[in-house]
């Protein structure tokens, strides 16, 4: 037990504290100007609360004198304190409200200078004495509470609280360097994509009641259920019911037009896929008319597993790119589900829970924000997502081998992820870093099992062979040369990206969405500061080495600020005073597009790590969280809980090769950090039942203090290992990599020569007037072309009307009217007809076409300027409008 003598010094520490501080709060109270006078220039309210304030300095002075002076009544007081704090309730209610009066009055105290609403800006400036008393008195107590309660009864956590307070040290010290350098070197005009999709603050703090609710429910009802389901059965049921609940609330988000979703436009009124998601989509549908992997009008194809994977939803759902992507939704619903079984895998049931969860929300702030900010979402032709599906899997596989080196069934985990990781490089050849990564680890974790580990390499890379083999020969069959995705691995693209200094063409939303909230008491986003330190990179010729380090950094900065950057409970609900409307407190309160207007993150190219007052706080607690999960992992799994991790920062440098960081290029491994966050609110969740004397370990949630690195092994012998299960693995995995080049064989090439000659004979007919049938042969020997085939994203666009960030000038803004379709066929190229107005037209999108006119081709890719359209189906035929009277290529513009 601390000493009387100490004790009271303490106790006198405490009320001379606390009186400064008081009498601080009154000092700045008084100087803010009042509106109304009742008083020496003052208001009644802030009579009332300068009075509080005076009472309250004068205990705490009286406190100190009477420690000071050792008079009976605070040395009673004194010594009740500390027979009461041995109770567990005071003693953790003590603890949780200081903590919760530190982080308010500290954030209420930051936020106020931004606060722009009259009527909240009057309230929030003279509560702002009050909160930064609140939050000093919070801070003086929480180091005083251990201070005043006897030794033995303070709860056995000096080592493990001084190793997370050196994490979170480490972890302060890297967010400074990193806000520090990005200050310092200025956004890259290059590939500096803004931050990703954000986790709320009110989503957070929901889910974190819904774990302590969990945790409530399973020490309460625990005892009384008998013993509890086998854990593959709780599993599974938690996977189900977390892939049902995310493919339902998905499925209730529309669709909306983005940067990757064009608009829905006459005559189809459809939405169809925009920027990369042609290149996929078209590769599809090439595989569907019998025309094999052709990606858009590029040389190579993109991405073959998921151009295969939306193959199969074509067929399924017909040519209706909203019920494609809506089925391809439902199945991606499975990703939280993943993200819950590598949770619990890397720690604990509750902490799965938490994170499978916390996806699920913020994949519905992905589909709900696409016309506010740039990103890629599970409802998009994008190979974000399935990716990001594939590397949780992989690091899932990879983790539990790493846990169990010796395990007899090792050799169907390694299998396992070799085949999944050659499958995630069919869809990102990025994902190739991660073979080092695991390795890596495994030398860490195996440094004795030198032959096991050269047969787990042996068998993973041959397992790697099975996927990409029938892969490569594809390649080399049609070209001769050996190569993955492009013959020269990319390197000439990667040398063109560092060679660059501007960005083609940066991602915008399709609308104006910006602007301040309507109507808010919230603070808008701020305008950023422009520093002579702050100078684009452009102007200062970066080396590799400068710019692959500005780009990891910015991807690692984007990994914290995805987690909640305010609270917005405080001004919301100071606004609702006011203008008591409960439509727009929900709005101020819980709406993702308020929350992304109020910060400054989403401007594209600009932000280069300036932190607004109001993101200081939730910053500094998200740091906390995500240390607290690192060391919980640490102490489950030792090296292997730094895997995910490993993982990441790997893929950020893959990107940073490339000059590319941030937004939906990280969407593969933002999981990560959710996992570890998530570890953290599991256990801050479990600290807080501890606190009050409850234990957390029963029930629904077992091992949730006690991990499984802490549960002794079981002596039962595990049957040797057979090799059926592992041949049947190798054998799923080729069967896999051979249905990639197969898929070129299932349809006969839909559009030939006798196809073409058909239709080029009902072109006649069609032409009624006969002015444009009979002069084909001139137009032929004049350098014109015909091309066939299926007439894709059939829209109509009026003058200067477009769509940005396409890979084909086809769609982009031209100041005349004109019907627009992308032909996919022998030939895929964009194609456009202009008009004198809107047509009437009758064949529907996909249909067969044939397009007469000029290839164009520009430095951003080759167009087809068509002089007419023919649709056999319909039997209708559309000229250019004005019709040359020349038929040369190039045709006029019009």
């Not at 001084?162 to 520090?180: D, N, P, Q, S």
């Not at 299926?790 to 803004?813: I, K, M, N, T």
């Amino acid at each position: 037990m601390l000493s009387a003598t100490i004790q009271k010094k303490v106790f006198l520490l405490y009320g001379l504290l606390g009186a400064s501080q008081s009498a601080l709060g009154l000092y700045f109270l008084g100087r803010i100007p009042s509106a109304g006078s009742l008083l020496f220039g003052l208001s009644l309210e802030r009579l009332i609360l300068m009075g509080s304030l005076a009472a309250l300095t004068g205990l705490f002075i009286l406190l100190s004198l009477g420690t000071w002076q050792n008079w009976p009544l605070t040395e009673r007081l004194r010594q009740g304190w500390q027979t009461q704090l041995q109770k567990t309730s005071l003693w953790g209610g003590w603890v949780t409200g200081s903590v919760l009066l530190l982080i308010s009055g500290s954030f209420f105290t930051l936020i106020t200078p931004e606060i722009t609403e009259p009527f909240a800006a009057a309230y929030f400036l003279r509560l702002q004495p009050l909160a930064r008393l609140l939050a000093g008195l919070a801070g003086q107590t929480l180091l005083a509470l251990p201070l005043l309660r006897e030794a033995q009864t303070r709860p056995q956590i000096p080592a493990e609280f001084r190793r997370v307070a050196g994490l979170y040290g480490l972890f302060l010290l890297a967010a400074g360097a990193i806000r520090v350098h990005l200050l310092r070197v200025g956004p890259d005009p290059v590939g500096w994509n803004t931050l990703g999709t954000p986790l709320l603050d009110t989503q957070v703090l929901g889910v974190f009641g819904v774990a302590l609710l969990l945790l409530g429910l399973s020490i309460r009802l625990g005892p009384r259920t008998g013993s509890p389901p086998s854990d593959w059965k709780l599993d599974a049921a938690i996977f189900t019911l977390l892939w049902l609940a995310a493919a339902a609330y998905w499925f209730t988000i529309p669709l909306a037009d983005n940067w990757y979703v064009s608009a829905p436009r006459h005559p189809a009124f459809s939405f169809y896929p925009n920027s990369d998601g042609v290149v996929y989509d078209t590769t599809a549908q090439s595989l569907l008319v019998g025309n094999g992997y052709q990606s858009s009008h590029l040389p190579f194809p993109r991405r073959p597993l998921y151009d295969l994977f939306l193959m199969g939803l074509y067929l399924l759902k017909g040519q209706d790119y909203e019920a494609v992507v809506t089925l391809q939704a439902l199945l991606f619903g499975v990703f939280p589900a993943l993200v819950y079984l590598m949770t619990k895998t890397m720690h604990t049931r509750l902490a799965g829970i938490i994170a499978g969860l916390l996806v699920l929300l913020r994949e519905g702030n992905a589909l709900a924000l696409t016309s506010v900010i740039t990103v890629s979402t599970s409802k998009m032709a994008m190979s974000d997502f399935p990716t990001a599906i594939g590397v949780v899997l992989l690091a899932w596989i990879a983790f539990r081998w790493l846990n169990a080196p010796e395990h007899p069934h090792r050799l169907n985990l390694i299998l396992t992820a070799g085949g999944i990781l050659a499958a995630a490089m069919q869809i990102r050849i990025e994902t190739g870093v991660f073979i080092p990564i695991i390795f890596g680890f495994g030398l860490l974790r195996l440094p004795r099992l030198k032959i096991r580990y050269l047969t787990s390499l042996l068998a993973f890379v041959g397992c790697m062979a099975l996927v990409l083999s029938p892969w490569v020969y594809r390649n080399w069959q049609k070209t001769g040369l050996l190569y993955l995705e492009v013959p020269d691995a990319r390197l000439s693209f990667l040398l063109e990206r560092l060679q660059k200094t501007t960005e083609d063409e940066a991602p915008q939303v399709p609308t104006p969405e910006g602007g301040a909230p309507e109507g808010g008491t919230q603070p808008a986003a701020p305008r950023q500061k422009t520093r002579p330190s702050a100078q684009p990179l452009q102007t200062a010729s970066p080396s590799f080495l400068e710019i692959l380090t500005n780009h990891t950094v910015h991807s690692l900065s984007q990994a914290i600020l995805i987690f909640p950057d305010t609270y917005r409970l405080f001004d919301s609900t100071i606004g609702l005073l006011g203008h008591k409307d409960g439509a727009k407190f929900w709005t101020q309160c819980c709406s993702g597009r308020d929350y992304v207007k109020r910060l400054p993150f989403w401007q594209w190219g600009k932000w280069s790590g300036e932190i607004p007052p109001q993101a200081v706080v939730p910053i500094l607690v998200n740091l906390l969280i995500l240390a607290v999960g690192v060391r919980q992992t640490w102490k489950s799994a030792r090296w292997s809980a730094l895997l995910p991790s490993g993982m990441a920062f790997a893929y950020y440098l893959a990107n940073g090769l490339a000059r590319t960081s941030g937004g939906r290029y990280l969407l593969p491994v933002e999981w990560v950090w959710i996992s570890y966050y998530s570890v953290g609110l599991a256990y801050l969740a479990a600290g807080i039942f501890r606190l009050f004397g409850k234990n957390p370990v029963s029930g629904l949630f077992p091992g949730l203090v006690h991990t499984s690195a802490d549960v002794p092994p079981t002596q039962t012998p595990t049957p040797r290992a057979g090799w059926k299960i592992p041949l049947a693995i190798g054998m799923g995995f080729f069967i896999l990599g051979v249905a990639l080049p197969a898929a070129e064989t299932l349809f006969p090439p839909r559009y030939t020569d006798a196809s073409l000659q058909t239709w080029l004979g009902m072109v006649s007919q069609a032409d009624e007037a006969q002015i444009f049938a009979p002069r084909l042969g001139e137009f032929f020997s004049h350098g014109g072309q015909v091309l066939q085939g299926r007439g894709q994203y059939l829209r109509y666009y009026g003058p200067d009307q477009g769509e940005p960030g396409s890979f084909y000038p086809a769609v982009y803004p031209r100041p005349f009217p004109r019907l627009s379709i992308f032909l996919v066929g022998p030939r895929g190229i964009g194609a456009y007809l202009p008009l004198a107005g809107r047509p009437d037209l009758r064949a529907e999108n996909a249909a067969d076409v044939l397009v007469f006119g000029c290839e164009q081709v520009i430095e951003k890719g080759p167009y087809f300027d068509a002089l007419a359209m023919y649709f056999p189906a319909t039997n209708e035929l559309f000229l250019r409008t004005p019709f040359p009277e020349t038929l040369t290529c190039p045709l006029p513009e019009p």
